[in-house]
C-alpha cells in the first residue's frame, strides 16, 4: 500500500460534487484522510469561486490505473474536458504525490507542480501532511506552507459529509 495525496476541486454545484467524490474515493479506498475545505476564487480564468480540498488515500493502485480511477469519477460527475485547461469544471481530482515518486508516471507528473504555486492546495496539503516531505525539495508540507509567498484569497467553510461536519469555517492562517 502506498499513500497519495489527491487534490479535489469544483466551482459547479460544488457541494454536491466534493460530496460525490468523497463518497466514490470512500468506497473504492476506505477510510480518508481529509482536510478542511476551502473556497477560494478562480486562478488563471474568471469564473466562480472554487470549492478545494485534501484528500489522503492509502491504496494498492499503480499509478495508471489509479489515474484512470479519478478520471472515473471525474466523468461520473459530469467532468466535460473539451472546455479550457483554465475554466469552471464540475469536479476536478489531480494526484499531488504517489509515494515518494519523483518522476513522471502513465504522463502523471510527480509529485504534481501545483503543489508549490496554488494556496488552495499547499495549505490543505500542509493541514493533513504537515510532517510529510516534499519528495523533491525534501522539506515538510508545513515549512514550504510557512514560506508561501504569494497572495491568493482562501478561506476554511463549513461543510458537511455524510452528516459530520468535517470542516468549520474560521480564520484563515494565510499570512
Known amino acids: 500500500m502506498v499513500r497519495v495525496y489527491l ?4 466551482n459547479s454545484e460544488r457541494e454536491r460534487h466534493i460530496g460525490a467524490a468523497l463518497d466514490a474515493l470512500s468506497e473504492r479506498f476506505g477510510e480518508l484522510l481529509i482536510s478542511s475545505v476551502y473556497e477560494s476564487e478562480a486562478v488563471g480564468f474568471d469564473g466562480d469561486n472554487f470549492y478545494n480540498l485534501v484528500v489522503g488515500i492509502d491504496t494498492d493502485l499503480d499509478v495508471a490505473p489509479l489515474s484512470a480511477c479519478l478520471k472515473g469519477i471525474e466523468d461520473d460527475n459530469g467532468r466535460d474536458r473539451s472546455g479550457p485547461r483554465f475554466s469552471g469544471r464540475t ?4 494526484i499531488l504525490t504517489y ?3 519523483k518522476q513522471p ?3 502523471v507528473q510527480l509529485p504534481r507542480e501545483e503543489i508549490l504555486h496554488n494556496a488552495f492546495v499547499l495549505q490543505p496539503l ?4 504537515p510532517d510529510v516531505c ?9 515549512q514550504l506552507w510557512q514560506q508561501y509567498d504569494r497572495q491568493q484569497k482562501l478561506w476554511p467553510i463549513d461543510f458537511d459529509w455524510q452528516g459530520q461536519r ?9 499570512k
Open 105 to 107: 508516471v502513465a504522463g
Open 99 to 101: 509515494g515518494g515518486l
Open 166 to 174: 468535517i470542516s468549520r469555517a474560521g480564520s484563515s492562517n494565510r
Open 91 to 94: 469536479l476536478d481530482i489531480d
Open 7 to 10: 487534490s479535489l476541486g469544483s
Open 134 to 142: 516534499h519528495p523533491v525539495l525534501g522539506e515538510s508540507y508545513a
Open 126 to 129: 500542509a493541514e493533513v501532511a
